[in-house]
């Protein structure tokens, strides 16, 4: 009696709770953990630690990682304890995104593609080859976009805006400030970019009529709005059948002072989060991924996420 009562003493913690049922599900490594609790290393370790005193959780070693599961000798012993746990679990806010963020650690695990062009892209740009640039692979790439009508949401001044108007078919570029639709409106004019329209308004109350853009775009633009899973869906509203939405916007982050510094109103967002956001608003074929980290503290981390009407 005295060891169920340490157990359940020891899984009162929410977090050891999540951690547990991850576990009972899959092996997974300190650092599959931290990605999908969102929890520091120290913390997590402490957390199995404890699990491991109390015969929950056991490790092995491959190469220079280590991987934790349930032990499997404890688990029929504990039928009974894994229901309630999972009851449980219910009440944890958190814990509702856990399995989803699961199935992206593994799809991440066994992407070997990935880790092969993110080699790739470490090193493009860091030795010089001639010929070869970011720019050149930019307009290549326009090169081939179809002329489109096309949507940039939180678009600011407007400068991605006027690099997709070299080849849409129209581009409206929205922002809630008065004065950067001005000052782009002025650029677009003094360069003589006539398919590129500003309008002053709101991510959650968009000025485009229902399904009349082809590519909806966020730009690091999310993360202002009061309420991110209204803006997707104002993209989807604007958005004809069969077109595509494209976030770019931080992973989620710890960096408050980005609160004062860029008025940002979220500190980024798990690829959970945003497949959400998506998928509520009806967007299907959703995919996403982290293309870039910065090498400067605090380091933060870009992702892209995609999906279609």
């Not at 991510?203 to 009529?209: C, F, K």
């Amino acid at each position: 009696m005295a060891s169920i009562l340490k157990n359940l003493r020891l899984l009162s913690d929410p977090s050891r709770v999540r951690i547990l049922l991850l576990l009972e599900e899959e092996e997974l490594s300190v650092a599959e953990l931290q990605e999908i609790l969102a929890m520091g290393q120290s913390r997590i370790s402490t957390h199995l630690s404890q699990l491991k005193q109390a015969d929950l959780v056991e490790d092995r070693r491959t190469g220079k990682s280590i991987f934790y599961r349930f032990k499997a000798s404890t688990k029929g012993d504990f039928k009974d304890l894994l229901i309630v746990l999972r009851e449980a679990a219910a009440e944890i806010p958190e814990a509702s995104d856990d399995s989803a963020a699961l199935k992206l650690a593994l799809a991440r695990r066994q992407d070997r593609m990935r880790a092969y062009f993110d080699e790739l892209a470490g090193k493009f740009g860091r030795h010089y080859v001639p010929g070869r640039s970011w720019k050149g692979l930019a307009e290549t790439l326009l090169a081939l976009m179809p002329p489109l009508d096309i949507a940039d949401l939180g678009a600011g001044e407007g400068a991605f805006s006027q690099l997709l108007a070299r080849r849409a078919k129209s581009v409206i570029a929205v922002d809630n400030s008065q004065k950067m639709v001005e000052y782009g409106a002025e650029l677009a004019r003094k360069h003589g970019v006539l398919n590129l329209e500003y309008r002053h308004g709101d991510l959650e109350a968009v000025p485009i009529p229902d399904q009349t853009i082809d590519l909806a775009f966020f730009s690091q633009a999310l993360h202002h709005a009061p309420h991110p899973e209204r803006a997707v869906a104002e993209a989807y509203r604007i958005l004809k059948p069969g077109g595509r939405i494209v976030v770019l916007d931080l992973v989620r982050h710890t960096y408050e002072d980005a609160r004062e510094m860029y008025a940002d109103l979220w500190l980024g967002f798990s690829e959970v989060d945003v497949r959400r956001f998506l998928a509520q608003a009806g967007f299907t074929g959703v995919e996403t991924s982290v293309v870039h980290r910065e090498e400067e503290a605090p380091h933060f981390e870009t992702m892209l996420a995609v999906g279609v009407k």
